[in-house]
């Protein structure tokens, strides 16, 4: 069994930056993609960024693109949500997914594991 763990949420002011973690341990192997999604009570969850595995490259959504990146620690076991410039309208949960599928998506119906989220407000 997998286990994926947020951390790094809080409260920032507008236009400050903010690093979220994801961190994977248990049975790791096999897991190859990974993904930041991100939801507001009563709305769909949104994904915000995906890594493909094996170097397969990165994607952004096109709300966040030149504000957040996505990376990870050199064994991949922990992944970054680098956030940048961040306005009001990111306040939300984020949520760390991981799937056995190499390539990856910002479908929320691609991926297996999820975390429990880590709540990041942006507020004056």
């Known amino acids: 069994q997998l286990q994926v763990v947020e951390s790094g949420g809080g409260l920032v002011q507008p236009g400050e930056s903010l690093r979220l973690s994801c961190t994977a341990s248990?049975?790791?192997?096999?897991?190859?993609?990974v993904a930041w999604f991100r939801q507001v009570p009563g709305q769909a969850r949104e994904g915000v960024a995906c890594m493909s595995g094996r170097g397969g490259g990165t994607a952004v959504a096109a709300s966040v693109q030149g504000r957040f990146a996505i990376s990870h620690n050199n064994t991949e076991t922990t992944v970054y949500l680098q956030m940048n410039r961040l306005k009001s309208e990111d306040t939300a949960i984020y949520y760390c997914?991981?799937?056995?599928?190499?390539?990856?998506?910002?479908?929320?119906?691609?991926?297996?594991?999820w975390g429990q989220g880590t709540q990041v407000t942006v507020s004056s």
């Open positions: 248990g049975f790791t192997r096999g897991v190859r993609s």
């Open positions: 997914a991981r799937s056995g599928q190499n390539y990856c998506t910002l479908v929320p119906d691609h991926y297996t594991y």
